[in-house]
T-cell receptor, first 114, second 116 residues
Framework: DGGITQSPKYLFRKEGQNVTLSCEQN?????MYWYRQDPGQGLRLIYY???????QKGDIAEGYSVSREKKESFPLTVTSAQKNPTAFYLC?????????????FGSGTQLSVL | AQKVTQAQTEISVVEKEDVTLDCVYE???????LFWYKQPPSGELVFLIR??????QNEISGRYSWNFQKSTSSFNFTITASQVVDSAVYFC?????????????FGTGTRLLVSP
């Protein structure tokens, strides 16, 4: 089955620690995205990538970093600079990035601070 | 600037009732796309519908229907004869076509609880 796989489902971060959230897709999509979801809020864009080896900051990129070394993979690192990392993180992909393309989402990673 | 407002935070209905989820949007562009996504308890968002700004025809898909009205900047979603499986958070989203990439702006979501 084609789709997006996020891991782990639950992740705990200690103070001062960097953690990495995995996102893999086998849909052969060029564009990939990371969103953050807080309770009672909509999704906010952290980073996006239109092609391999290229990525752009979204609306709330501070404290996060990404890489796009392979088309299938778009990992997100939550650094110690992100002071309020507790949230639900969703990865998504789309075939194109022209605005009208629907997104396919993974099942998310819940990150909590110990 | 783009904005999507879903004023209903939570709606509770009994099975078989009809329910309408409201969505009001703001954009300066004449070309844009509107979306509805469903987020079941499992967490992933599931695409329901996409509508471009030039197509104001209402759409029906089974028990789901959508009413797009540019005059009131609304894109409302109706579920007819609701079922327990419809319980989820529903997000309305807007994308402007000329941003050069898919930047979706989401509303805050409406949680729908359908009781048996």
């Amino acid at each position: 089955d084609g789709g997006i796989t996020q891991s782990p489902k639950y992740l705990f971060r200690k103070e001062g620690q960097n953690v990495t959230l995995s996102c893999e897709q086998n849909l052969n999509h060029d564009a990939m995205y990371w969103y953050r979801q807080d309770p009672g809020q909509g999704l906010r864009l952290i980073y996006y990538s239109q092609i391999v080896n290229d990525f752009q900051k979204g609306d709330i990129a501070e404290g996060y970093s990404v890489s796009r070394e392979k088309k299938e993979s778009f990992p997100l690192t939550v650094t110690s600079a992100q002071k309020n990392p507790t949230a639900f993180y969703l990865c998504a992909s789309s075939a194109r990035d022209d605005g009208g393309e629907k997104l396919f989402f993974g099942s998310g990673t819940q990150l909590s601070v110990l | 600037a783009q904005k999507v407002t879903q004023a209903q935070t939570e709606i509770s209905v009994v099975e078989k009732e009809d329910v309408t989820l409201d969505c009001v949007y703001e954009t300066r562009d004449t070309t844009y796309y509107l979306f509805w996504y469903k987020q079941p308890p499992s967490g992933e968002l599931v695409f329901l519908i996409r509508r471009n700004s030039f197509d104001e025809q209402n759409e029906i898909s089974g028990r789901y229907s959508w009413n797009f009205q540019k005059s009131t900047s609304s894109f409302n979603f109706t579920i007819t004869a609701s079922q327990v499986v419809d319980s989820a958070v529903y997000f309305c989203a807007l994308s402007e076509a000329n941003t050069g990439f898919q930047k979706l702006v989401f509303g805050t979501g409406t949680r729908l609880l359908v009781s048996p």
